[in-house]
């Protein structure tokens, strides 16, 4: 069976607040009450972008980008074997989310205070987008997740929101995790399970536009556009 959307909600918060003890406890319950392996998966990355989505400090983004990246490598796996030690893996992820949360004491949300000013009422959805492109080249954070979410919220194609963020990753050089995180992000949209899944786009673009970046790290972008 899969995890119900309230179940989802509940080891969302519980990886962001509890101990370690308390979210193995509660993954060993989930397992031997039939819930399946790539459900809590799911589940987990979404905790995984909870990391990036709570993380205000420019420096703390490493370490909620680590964590989505390595259970995106996780679930990669879990989606495509038979091995008789998927289960395990499971708490190696849920710890790594954990031990992040706990470390950097990401206990609160902190979305629903930055976007409260924008919801993205009377702009299309090209220039929402275009917007989207502005704020993350800005490094601005809150108007960024405004703009996704407001981009989001409105139900419009996701294609397209991925190929814009898309591009804006590529106008970064020097560090490989803009563009890493970004697939990443994509790859688990596209599999994802959950009632969340729109969260993981959402802590894409607020990556790239918390992530500290290198000193001129646009130059090829353009030369390129040059």
């Known amino acids: 069976t899969a995890l ?38 799911d589940a987990i990355q979404i905790g995984a972008a909870e990391l990036i989505l709570r993380t205000t400090v420019g420096r703390q983004f490493t370490d909620g980008q680590h964590p989505f990246d390595y259970c995106n490598t996780a679930n990669d796996w879990l989606r495509s074997t038979a091995s008789p030690y998927r289960a395990r893996v499971l708490y190696l992820m849920a710890n790594f989310v954990n031990d992040s949360a706990r470390a950097n004491k990401l206990t609160v949300a902190v979305l629903d205070r930055e976007c409260a000013a924008d919801d993205g009422a009377a702009r299309s959805p090209q220039a929402l987008l275009e917007e989207l492109d502005e704020s993350i080249l800005a490094f601005d954070v809150p108007r960024t997740c405004a703009v996704a ?43 994802n399970s959950t009632h969340l899944r729109d969260r993981l786009l959402l802590a894409s673009a607020r990556l790239l536009a918390g992530w500290p970046k290198m000193p001129g790290e646009r130059e090829c972008y353009a030369r390129f556009t040059k």
Request: hydrophobic content about 40%; some cysteine.
């Open 4 to 41: 119900t959307p309230a179940e989802v909600e509940e080891l969302v918060d519980m990886l962001m607040t509890a101990d370690a003890a308390t979210v193995w406890a509660r993954l060993t319950a989930h397992l031997r009450d039939g819930v399946s392996i790539t459900s809590l998966g």
């Open 149 to 191: 979410r407001a981009y989001l919220a409105s139900g419009a194609d996701r294609a397209a929101y991925q190929a814009a963020v898309a591009v804006t990753a590529c106008k970064f050089q020097d560090d490989p995790h803009n563009q890493k995180i970004t697939h990443s992000s994509f790859e688990e949209y596209q599999h």
